[in-house]
C-alpha cells in the first residue's frame, strides 16, 4: 500500500466512526437553525478593496515538516491574523498528518469572520457538511 492508499483507508474508517456518532442528517439539521452567515472566499479573493489578499494558516504539523506548533492556540491565531489583515484563513483539519481537527475549524469560525477554507482529504459528502 502506497501514502495515499493509506490516507485513504485511513480516511474512510475516520470518516465512518464520525458518522457514527453524529449523522450526516443531525449535522444539516444544526446548520440550518443555526442561520449562518455565508462567507465566500471566491468573493473574498476577488475584491477590489485589497492590492493584496493572503489566506493565512492553521498548522500544527505536516507529514513532511513534523511538528510546527503543538500547543498552537488556533482561535487566538485566527484574530490575530485578521487584525493583521488577512482576508481568509486555511485550518488543516487532518488529524493524523497535520495534527488538526474539525474542532479546530469550529474554534477558529467563532473567532473570526472570515472566509474559511478546510483543508483535509475529502473522500466524502459527509466531511463537507461536517466542515
Do not use: C, H, W
Not at 444539516?28 to 489578499?53: H, I, T, Y
Amino acid at each position: 500500500m502506497n501514502f495515499l492508499e493509506g490516507i485513504l483507508v485511513r480516511k474512510k474508517l475516520e470518516v465512518e466512526n464520525r458518522r457514527r456518532e453524529t449523522s450526516e442528517a443531525a449535522i444539516e439539521g444544526k446548520l440550518s437553525v443555526a442561520n449562518l452567515p455565508k462567507r465566500s472566499l471566491r468573493d473574498a479573493l476577488s475584491g477590489a478593496s485589497q492590492a493584496v489578499r493572503i489566506i493565512a494558516e492553521i498548522k500544527r504539523a505536516s507529514p513532511s515538516a513534523g511538528t510546527i506548533a503543538s500547543q498552537l492556540d488556533a482561535p487566538r491565531l485566527a484574530s490575530r491574523y485578521a487584525e493583521a489583515g488577512a482576508t481568509a484563513i486555511s485550518v488543516l483539519t487532518d488529524g493524523p498528518g497535520f495534527s488538526g481537527s474539525i474542532a479546530d475549524l469550529r474554534a477558529v469560525r467563532t473567532a473570526v469572520g472570515l472566509p474559511l477554507l478546510a483543508k483535509d482529504f475529502f473522500i466524502e459528502r459527509y466531511q463537507l457538511v461536517e466542515a
